[in-house]
């Protein structure tokens, strides 16, 4: 794949309370023929984080043409498993509704924090979400006891299938505490209950310790997948990609993704969280760069090869 980056679509001004901070794990979708919307986590002082958009023109999608004022959704209720902020997993079309599966975090005494994933809906074009319940669709489980969060749900056939990330256990690096886990997968026949334990697809390999953020398309030949992966060093954190015939079984091959750290800016040190959407004939990839997407969002166009 051959990329051009656009450049950096939207970073802090600190101006809003909370949205202070970092704009993480940007999912666009095509909102209407002429706006792209990207839902992304957004973080206040207390690095609590809450679900927002930020729209942009699809013809120039470094063109921001609004904000929400208000977050779509909010941190869950104290004591909930998302009582402590919010992320984006995965939004998706059902019928005249939106279907938003997010990652809800908790902290607990004796680890770093719980994720497990969220439901909720929308009715009014996107611009606020109703959770489903308060408990997870996706909760600790046999496979994994500290996270299980979906980040790619596609309706094919009648089937729920979704793509997820399990964590059990944690990396010690330079002293700070890091999640490892793996990608998943499942089938569910309404989106809203999923077995216990789903199919490993995509595991680790060399020194990495975690891969996630699964991103997975249907093509004229089956599936690709962009994910995140870092190695024990705790200084790389890239995305990959990997093509599969039925969406279980997967050949990474991470030498054809075409991203590239920048020289400078917002991008130069990290790279994390592609995500894809196409306009038409074009396709473009949103993206986090540095401390994962402290410093914002950015966007590369696919060249036409």
């Known amino acids: 794949m051959n990329w051009k980056k656009l450049g950096l679509v939207f970073s802090q001004d600190g101006n809003v309370e909370w949205r202070r901070h ?14 792209i919307r990207i839902y992304a986590g957004f973080r206040d002082d207390q690095g609590i984080s809450r679900i927002g958009y930020v729209d942009v023109d699809s013809q120039d999608p470094t063109r921001v043409i609004g904000v929400s004022e208000r977050p779509v959704l909010d941190r869950g209720r104290d004591g909930c498993f ?10 998706v079309r059902d019928g005249d509704r939106l279907r938003m599966y997010y990652v809800g975090f908790q902290l607990v005494k004796r680890a770093k924090f719980l994720a497990f994933t969220g439901l909720a809906e929308s009715t009014d074009g996107g611009e606020t979400f109703q959770r ?32 997820y990330a399990v964590g059990d256990d ?42 996630g953020r699964p991103s997975v398309y249907k093509t004229a030949s089956g599936y690709m ?3 995140t992966k870092g190695g024990v060093s705790g200084k790389d954190y890239f995305p990959g990609v990997a093509f599969s015939d039925d969406g279980i079984h997967w050949e990474r091959r991470d030498e054809q993704l075409g991203l590239a750290l920048g020289e400078q800016g917002f991008d130069n040190r990290h790279l994390c969280y592609p995500r894809l959407v196409t306009v038409k004939d074009r396709t473009y990839c949103f993206y ?9 969002f950015g966007v590369a166009e696919l060249l036409q090869s």
């Open 22 to 35: 970092s704009a993480l794990t940007p999912t666009p979708i095509l909102l209407k023929p002429d706006v």
């Open 82 to 91: 998302d009582d402590n902020g919010v992320i984006m997993g995965d939004v």
């Open 132 to 163: 489903v319940s308060e408990a997870p669709v996706l909760d600790r489980s046999i496979e994994g006891n500290t996270i299980r969060a979906i980040h790619t749900a596609l309706h094919e056939d009648g089937v729920w299938k979704i793509w």
């Open 170 to 211: 944690w990396q010690t690096i330079d002293g700070v505490q890091y999640p490892k886990y793996n990608i998943w997968y499942a089938e569910s026949a309404d989106g809203r209950s999923f077995p216990a334990k789903g199919t490993l697809c995509v595991d680790v390999r060399g020194d990495e310790y975690r891969i």
């Open 225 to 227: 997948m962009f994910y």
């Open 288 to 296: 986090n760069g540095n401390n994962m997407g402290a410093e914002g």
